[in-house]
């Protein structure tokens, strides 16, 4: 899956996602509290990658953490600008972030990487570790399951993996693992999380 397919298709549901994801009340009562400790405890400035509408950046934003959102879909970007002007937003994506080397302290990447094909997780993990100081720290989010496979996504085809596989393509990447945790909800397909910091 191209990053410019993915990027397409949400864009032609850009609206329905807004409606459906765009405000931070639908994330569960654990997610919002697990990524806000993790943001509380990152030194330096934090991107969201992959940020949608916008939600979680003013999420934290509100709780004083420094961060900035950048999202490949233009339509998404348009949206967070006009709901949370005082913010920043950009288009970008998890493959250039067009940041200098090592000066970031956090990158949020909630279910942001779940479209990339497997065989480019490494080189978004590796640009997330060169722009990361030596302490920075990553939070990602994603779909886990027995086998790495591909599903059947409702805006297009995503990927479910392994924690244990996940978790080394993290620290193949230049990181060491701090937390994993995973959790299945009524209703919704097994997540997991990794909480990393960049290997010095």
């Known amino acids: 899956m191209s990053i410019e397919r993915a990027r397409n298709a949400y864009a032609l549901r850009a609206q329905e996602y807004i409606d459906r994801f765009g405000l931070i009340d639908a994330a569960a009562d654990a ?17 969201d990658v992959g940020c949608g509408p916008g939600h979680w950046t003013n999420y934290l934003h509100g709780a004083n953490v420094d961060i900035e959102g950048i999202d490949p879909v233009p339509e998404f970007i348009d949206h967070a600008r006009r709901q949370y002007p005082e913010l920043r937003f950009r288009t970008g994506s998890a493959g250039d ?5 090592g ?11 779940i479209h990339t094909e497997p065989d480019q997780i490494n080189g978004m993990l590796t640009e997330f570790a060169r722009c990361l100081h030596p302490t920075g720290s990553i939070l990602i989010g994603f779909f886990e ?4 496979e591909p599903f059947d996504h409702a805006v297009t085809t995503a990927y479910r993996w392994p924690i244990d596989e996940f978790s080394n393509a993290v620290t193949k990447a230049g990181f ?10 009524p209703g919704v ?12």
């Open 189 to 200: 397909r097994p997540q997991a999380t990794i909480v990393a910091h960049r290997s010095q």
């Open 97 to 101: 972030l067009e940041v200098d080397d």
């Open 145 to 148: 399951g027995p086998k790495l």
């Open 31 to 47: 997610d919002r509290e697990f990524v806000l400790a993790w943001a509380n405890g990152v030194q330096g400035r934090i991107i």
């Open 103 to 113: 000066t970031l302290g956090g990158i949020l990447s909630w279910y942001s990487l």
């Open 176 to 185: 060491t693992i701090t937390d994993t945790r995973t959790r299945t909800d």
